[in-house]
């Protein structure tokens, strides 16, 4: 195994040939913003959100899976660079229904993090509102479709970590969708083992665990009340 | 979006906005259909620059339409409702 050198946004460093360009520039301390690549799993570049510039080459790679090479010279932040990875992110939302607001991952979601970094204050595309289901037909888990990007985390999750490879991907462009087993509601798909990993590997509220909804929240309101009759008639059994 | 434009309803920024998305497309993408699918609207933009500007507002993009072209085939069906309602 070689060793190469090259350099990250002026910065001169080395790294085995296996490296990718992505695990280069973080060993190095350069974050490189993605949403499909999930350390533990294979990669994809699906999101092309590490799109990044090598002097010498019109063509931007995606840094997830392209290996360092000798005297490389990788730019990871530019203008160019920065207006493709914001109007990416706007798209991604044009093309779900993103309402943050109502998700279960409010305030804990990549995409949310990722549209605040990339500093995205609106979307100059129109917001398509897709019909999308939502299948809660899992015992424990719930998956909305209309919060989903298309990252594949879990349908790799699923397959590489658990084995179980219940969850994939179905259709085609506008079409294209997560399904279990054979495109069954999930609750009815046999290989999955409901090991919930495909829940921590999603990026945003599309995969979630069932009693972490909004919706779902319920007060107990019979416990004041009992604290009320309790004082007041020194009842102190329900 | 090309409809909007074809439709008389949009300005200067919806061509710069399609462009740009053009771009983006062309440039970021992992196959080759996505490198060579916006091509075509491309060179269109390219070679038919003048019916794509006669056809939009000339309003400059601040919410203001001085063409009534667009908005009035909206208005008929709103008026429609108002006398049901």
Known sequence: MSVKTFSIDGKDVSAEETTTILEAARENGIEIPTLCHMAGISVVGACRLCMVEIEGSNKLQAACVMNVAEDMVIHTDSPRLREYRQ?????????????????????????????RSVGMDHCRFEYTYPKRALDLSHRLYGLDH???????RCVRTCDEIEGAHTLDMAGRGLH???IAGLNQPWGQAESCTSCGKCVQSCPTGALFRKGSTVAEMNRDQTKLEFIVTAREKKQWRL | MLTRIANRQANR??????????????????????QSAPNPVL???????????DLINEDDGNGFHPLPLASSGDAKPKEEAGHVG
């Open chain 2, 13 to 34: 920024s919806d061509i710069e906005r399609l462009r740009a998305l053009c771009d983006l497309v062309k440039n970021t993408s992992l196959c080759g259909l996505g």
């Open chain 1, 146 to 152: 209309n919060r989903c990007i298309l990252c594949t």
């Open chain 1, 176 to 178: 294209n969708r997560v």
């Open chain 1, 87 to 115: 109007m990416i992110v706007e798209l991604l939302f044009a093309e779900g229904n993103h309402i943050c607001s109502v998700c279960v991952a409010n305030g804990n979601c990549e995409l949310q993090e990722m549209a």
């Open chain 2, 43 to 53: 060179s269109t933009l390219r070679y038919f620059e003048k019916e794509y500007m």
